[in-house]
Every structure is written in C-alpha cells, then in structure tokens.
C-alpha cells in the first residue's frame, strides 16, 4: 500500500498570502494519478486537482498543482476567505487508494 | 448535474448492523465505479471498497472484507453499504463517491461526492 505523508501539519496564513502544501508517497504514483480535495468543516470533499496537476470544472486558477513520481506540491496563489479549510492529497493509481492526512490551512 | 444523494445519520448499538444508500442522479449508474469512504471524527479519510455497477463485483480493502459488502439496485440507480456488527470505532461519517468509467484506459478521479452519513454507535 502507498502512504502518503502530508507537511505541513497545519499552515497559518493570511488572506492574500500564497500556500504551499507538499504531498510525498512511500513509492512512485503511477502514471501521476496524485489528486487534490478540499474539505470545509461538515461538508464532503471537492475535487480540486487530479493527474497531479489538472483542475477540476469550475476551479479558480489560483489552485495550481505539480509533482511527479512521489513528491506532489499544491499551491494556492493567492488565498481567498474561502480558501481557509483541511487539503487532503490522494493517490488511485493503486489499490488500495490511499489518502494522506491533511493540510489545515488556517488564518 | 451529477449528484449523489445519501440517506439519513443512524444511531446504532455495538454489534447491530448498519446499511446507507446512495442514489446516483444526473448519469447512467452503470457505467462508473462508485466507492466507499468513510472518516472517523476529526480524523482523516480511509477508502473501503468499491462496486461496480453494472455486473455487481467488488473489491474491498483488507480491513473490510467479511464485514462490509457494497450491493447496488439498478433499477433504481442506488448503491447500497452495510456494516456489519458494529463497533465503536466504526462511528464515522461515510460517503459513497464516483470513480472511474468502467470503460475508461486508466484511473480516473473521485468525484463527485454525496453528502456524508453519520453513523453513531453507541450502547
């Protein structure tokens, strides 16, 4: 099984700021199959980014993602109001799909 | 649009029993995966298995096998999960959410999700 490792833990940031949260695997993702969510506190996650750097429909272009093999990088620009919740990264290129822990990103 | 619609929180005792539905709107249920994740209260998210829909196999994760088993009804483009003799680490919320084309070359992401069951398990 691929495990994921998230870092930081919890990002504090201001509104405005850019965010840069890292997403490394225990081994190569295969074929790049690295994807993105955001969780809101009580609400399901959202798709953000899949094949490590492509956004999903309607995602703002300030959500940009990069990697390959088994270190993955999310970046938020420039962070909206909005922006402030926990990202999660998964890989499902293998079975199991595996999911990291999170990156809180707070104000 | 593509929605995933899921059934109501349950409060349930250790050892009992626990199915949540998802009804698929918005697609043809039969030709995507759909799969099972749950979270433990503030904690992370731990995949449990998948279906497919339209023959009705399924894969799932090692701790699962023997306790969970994911059904479907076509007929009403519903997905079903049952947990069986719950424990108290089972008190989660759970998601069902749609994966790849069952036609596709290669994976394909999840989305998108249902909103989430509550399951309380409590004596």
């Known amino acids: 099984e691929i495990v994921l490792a998230q870092s930081p833990g919890t990002l504090s940031l201001s509104p405005g700021a850019r965010a840069t949260l890292s997403c490394r695997a225990s081994?190569?993702?295969?074929?790049?199959?690295l994807a993105w969510f955001q969780q809101k506190p009580g609400r399901a996650p959202r798709l953000l980014i899949y094949g490590a750097s492509s956004r999903a429909t309607g995602i703002p272009d300030r959500f940009s993602g990069s990697g390959s093999g088994t270190d993955f990088t999310l970046t938020i620009s420039r962070l909206e109001p909005e922006d402030f919740a926990v990202y999660f990264c998964q890989q499902y290129g293998s079975s199991p799909q595996t999911f990291g822990p999170g990156t809180k990103v707070e104000i | 649009q593509v929605q995933l619609e899921q059934s109501g929180a349950e409060v349930k005792k250790p050892g009992a029993s626990v199915k949540v539905s998802c009804k698929a709107s918005g697609y043809t249920l039969t030709d995507y995966y759909m799969h099972w994740v749950r979270q433990a209260p503030g904690q992370g998210l731990e995949w449990m298995g998948w279906i497919n829909p339209n023959s009705g196999g399924t894969h799932y994760a090692q701790k699962f096998r023997g306790r969970v088993t994911v059904t479907r009804d076509t007929s009403i483009s519903t997905v079903y999960m049952e947990v069986r003799n719950l424990r108290s680490d089972d008190a989660a919320v759970y998601f069902c959410?749609?994966?790849?084309?069952?036609?596709?070359?290669?994976?394909?992401?999840?989305?998108?999700w249902g909103q989430g069951t509550l399951v309380t398990v409590s004596p």
């Open positions: 081994q190569s993702v295969s074929g790049s199959y």
């Open positions: 959410v749609r994966g790849s084309r069952i036609l596709a070359r290669g994976p394909e992401p999840f989305d998108p």
